[in-house]
């Protein structure tokens, strides 16, 4: 019988953006907006994280094959795609491996404070800011955005379809900080508190690897289990430099 889960799922956060620069240096430089004239969804990779990326790739190349990735899944916002695309490039899947895009693996929407540093929050958000602080940030969904629980909703039926279609195999997902959590929340079955004891202990660096093995002897049915959380080998190895920042809208975290 066909296991429910694949065998192995990775989840990848994209490699430090252009968004991810242009935020730290707002941050530095105390000014309330992030310095940005593209939509969040087309910002690319800085040039570090290309590097990031092909250090990702050339650390799965290393691998037998039948331990390498076989299905790529990736947010459509360019960052993850170009992520996706020169991780194939450097060998850590089959070239010829198509790269399936899936909306339910976007960034955490912002809304009314896409594009504001913590200081432009407090500045023309106040009332946001204060409302985030009251209800937290896992419940808080600014006007036109998201919580986190809206993120967890759409990645509930993101593992419908790889429950579905992808039992056996071994599927690579590269997405966002917020997607990593949630889908640590969804597969393991936190409650909002271990999430955020988790969250709050730091920043999933730029394409680090979270990994799942099925175990059929978890649950009633088998499961996927944790066997590793946020590792950085693949840059440490290629003396690439790590990077930890929070996504370029820096409600991400707080």
């Known amino acids: 019988m066909t296991p429910r889960w694949p065998s192995t799922l990775w989840v990848v956060r994209h490699g430090q953006s252009a968004g991810n620069v242009a935020r730290d240096k707002a941050t530095a430089e105390g000014l309330a907006r992030i310095a940005l004239t593209s939509r969040d969804v087309d910002v690319p990779l800085s040039a570090l994280g290309r590097e990031q ?3 990702l790739g050339r650390w799965f190349a290393s691998w037998h094959e039948e331990q390498r990735p076989e299905i790529m899944l990736a947010s459509p916002y360019v960052r993850a795609v170009e992520t ?3 991780f194939r490039q450097a060998g850590g899947c089959p070239g010829d491996e198509k790269i399936c895009l899936d909306e339910r693996l ?3 929407e912002f809304g009314v404070l896409d594009g504001l540093t913590v200081a432009g929050i ?6 946001q800011a204060e409302f985030r602080k009251l209800l937290g940030k896992f419940y808080h969904r600014p006007p036109g955005g998201e919580s ?3 993120v967890i909703f759409r990645l509930r039926a993101l593992m419908d379809t790889v429950s579905l279609h992808y039992g056996g195999r071994r599927v690579m997902i590269v ?3 917020v997607v990593v959590l949630c ?3 969804v597969i393991e079955n936190l409650t909002e508190a271990e999430i955020l004891a988790i969250d709050k202990q730091g920043d999933v660096a730029n394409c680090a690897i ?6 059929p002897a978890a649950g009633r049915d088998g499961g996927l289990v944790l066997s590793r959380y946020n590792v950085t080998a693949p840059m440490d190895e290629d003396d690439t430099p790590v990077t930890t920042e929070p996504d370029q809208m820096v409600a991400a975290r707080g």
Do not use: G, S
């Open 53 to 55: 990326a092909q250090a």
């Open 84 to 86: 996706a695309q020169i």
């Open 106 to 108: 976007r960034e955490k």
């Open 122 to 127: 407090h500045e023309f958000q106040p009332d």
């Open 148 to 150: 986190w629980t809206d």
């Open 175 to 177: 997405a966002h900080q």
């Open 183 to 185: 889908l640590r929340y």
């Open 210 to 215: 979270t990994e799942y093995k099925f175990d």
